[in-house]
């Protein structure tokens, strides 16, 4: 079996991804499975009626994978989501597809597909110039949270804490970049600081994690340095987090998951989810889970 993991760089080791990548690497070597990490830009996309069987990666005409791991997550261009679509075209069976990687790269779009469905969200409202800080204040209330559309590792993700931080930095934003979409989001208190991470994979939650910021910072991200500690999923953690999956079509997903009193409200789903923190803290082998559900999906898993 062989499998491309599609990165927006082979040169992989300064980069925050390097762990996942190398835990990808080493496990499929042991279990036999050909892996080789691709950039997008190696690639020249020829659309032709002809030719279903082969690529052109480096200038040369290359036969296919059977399978693709796109690992860019909300990283991913125009270019790379093009390649993924081709690729899919081409009947390679990528992981996830090009379809749930942009509907969960924008935040807005996501959680107006969980809500219609009836899951638990933070109230989110798309952000507009000129501000009017008296409606947002009617429906979301400060502290809030501002957020990119798109986004990962908790970049680009503020607390406001009242209407005048609020107006500044709308109109940091106006001035820099005013074509710079953001979403504005109610607060959850309960949550300040500390976040589930639950990870889905072929419909199965098999690992959960708490993270919570050691530096005071409302944000707990484990690529900020966040402490993990394995959490014990409760029938309503595994049913939110598989729904939340299955709902976006994600075979391979992080789903955050906030504390909201005793109950919890999703933040936001991952396609290309890290798996360090949880690695570090659960007696699980997440590339290996990865690999075996890559070989179920294959019809593969004799191999
Ligand atoms: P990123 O994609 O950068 O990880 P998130 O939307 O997941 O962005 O937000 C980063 C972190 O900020 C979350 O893991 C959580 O700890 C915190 N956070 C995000 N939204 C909220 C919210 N509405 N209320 C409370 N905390 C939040
Ligand atoms: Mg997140």
């Known amino acids: 079996m062989k499998g491309w993991i599609l990165y927006k760089t082979p040169q992989i080791e300064l980069s925050?991804?390097?762990?996942e990548i190398h835990r990808l690497i080493e496990t499929a070597s042991k279990k036999g499975i050909e892996i080789e990490v691709v950039s997008p830009d190696q690639f020249d996309l020829v659309v032709t009626r002809e030719d279903r069987k082969s690529i052109l990666l480096n200038g040369e005409v290359v036969s296919l994978p059977d399978f693709l791991l796109p690992r860019m997550g909300a990283g991913t261009?125009?270019?790379?989501?093009?390649?993924?679509?081709?690729?899919e075209r081409l009947g390679v069976y990528t992981f996830n597809s090009a379809q749930c990687i942009d509907t969960v790269k924008d935040k807005l779009y996501s959680q107006q597909i969980l809500a219609e469905n009836n899951i638990p969200v933070p109230k989110t409202m798309l952000g507009k110039y000129p501000i009017d800080d008296e409606l947002v204040d009617k429906y979301l209330k400060f502290p809030l949270v501002l957020k990119t559309l798109s986004g990962s590792m908790g970049k680009g993700v503020f607390l406001c804490d009242n209407k005048s931080q609020f107006n500044d930095l709308m109109e940091l934003i106006h001035v820099t970049n005013p074509k710079l979409n953001i979403i504005l989001q109610e607060f959850i208190e309960s949550s300040r600081g500390k976040d589930l991470r639950v990870f889905v994979v072929g419909g199965r939650p098999i690992?959960?994690?708490?993270?919570?910021?050691?530096?005071n910072n409302f944000k707990a991200n484990?690529?900020?340095?966040?402490?993990?500690?394995?959490?014990?999923?409760?029938?309503?953690?595994?049913?939110?987090?598989t729904e939340t999956a299955r709902l976006f079509g994600l075979e391979i997903a992080g789903i955050?998951?906030?504390?909201?009193?005793k109950h919890f409200k999703i933040c936001e789903a991952n396609s290309s989810p890290g798996f360090k923190g949880i690695e570090s803290c659960c007696d699980?082998?997440?590339?290996?889970?990865?690999y075996n559900f890559i070989k179920v999906r294959l019809g593969k898993f004799e191999d």
């Open 207 to 215: 690992a959960c994690i708490e993270r919570s910021s050691n530096d």
């Open 222 to 241: 484990f690529s900020r340095g966040g402490q993990v500690t394995q959490f014990a999923m409760t029938p309503e953690v595994k049913w939110l987090a």
């Open 284 to 290: 699980i082998d997440i590339a290996d889970e990865i």
């Open 77 to 87: 261009t125009y270019f790379g989501m093009a390649v993924i679509r081709h690729l």
């Open 16 to 19: 925050p991804e390097a762990y």
């Open 256 to 261: 955050d998951l906030l504390f909201d009193g």
